[in-house]
């Protein structure tokens, strides 16, 4: 079973960067999205970014130009660099894998399986 693990998290002033980094236990599959969402409280959880297993990412629309997902397979890491950072980015961010058997899926329409335990976004005004 695929575990996920993030780290990166903390608190920040508003205009500030973090870089977020999940760590991925194994990568079996040939396709696959991998993505990053996060939950605001007493919301549910929203999709943020998505990177297929070829390299194309999405983004929603809030973060665009600001948010830039990635991957390493050589090292089995999601890594989310945000920049710009706006107190409406305050959340707990998960990352998310799924693996697929369609040739092409639309990631941020995917059902996700995998999520690790969050890491929490503070980005004070």
């Known amino acids: 079973e695929v575990q996920l693990l993030e780290s990166g998290g903390g608190s920040v002033q508003a205009g500030g960067s973090l870089t977020l980094s999940c760590a991925i236990s194994?990568?079996?599959?040939?396709?696959?999205?991998l993505g990053w969402f996060r939950q605001f409280p007493g919301k549910e959880r929203e999709g943020v970014a998505f990177i297929t297993y070829d390299g194309t990412p999405t983004y929603a629309d809030s973060v665009k130009g600001r948010f830039t997902i990635t991957k390493d397979n050589d090292t089995n890491t999601l890594q989310l660099q945000m920049v710009n950072l706006k107190p409406e980015d305050s959340a707990m961010y998960y990352c998310a894998a799924q693996a697929h058997y369609a040739p092409r899926v639309v990631c941020f329409d995917l059902i996700y399986g995998y999520y690790g335990p969050g890491t929490q976004v503070t980005v004070s005004s």
């Open positions: 194994e990568q079996k599959y040939n396709r696959y999205c």
